[in-house]
């Protein structure tokens, strides 16, 4: 027999797709980031900082994409576990 969910379960559950998936969009807009700067990098005398700047702005945010993916995995992972031991249901 299934055990009923808590009122808010779903809603982790979305939390945690919504985090990946926000996660896995940044850190592929910093990946095509990245390989722009790679492909057109700006060429005017004395502008090598503005390309390793633009450059280190994707990465940074390819990071942060790595980082709300992560926290996507782990709510994810409270949800299931939340799911699978419900509070004890008699008031004490």
Known sequence: MRRPLR????LWDAGALGL???GAALYAAAGSGLKGVERNPIR???V???NLQRAD???FTS???AVLVAAGVAVGAYSWHRARHP???SPS
Do not use: H, Q
Request: cysteine-free; glycine content about 10%; overall charge positive.
């Open 7 to 10: 009122p808010g379960a779903r």
């Open 20 to 22: 990946v998936l926000a």
């Open 44 to 46: 005017r005398p004395s």
């Open 48 to 50: 090598e900082r503005l």
């Open 57 to 59: 702005r994707w990465r």
């Open 63 to 65: 990071y942060f994409g």
């Open 87 to 89: 509070a004890d249901p």
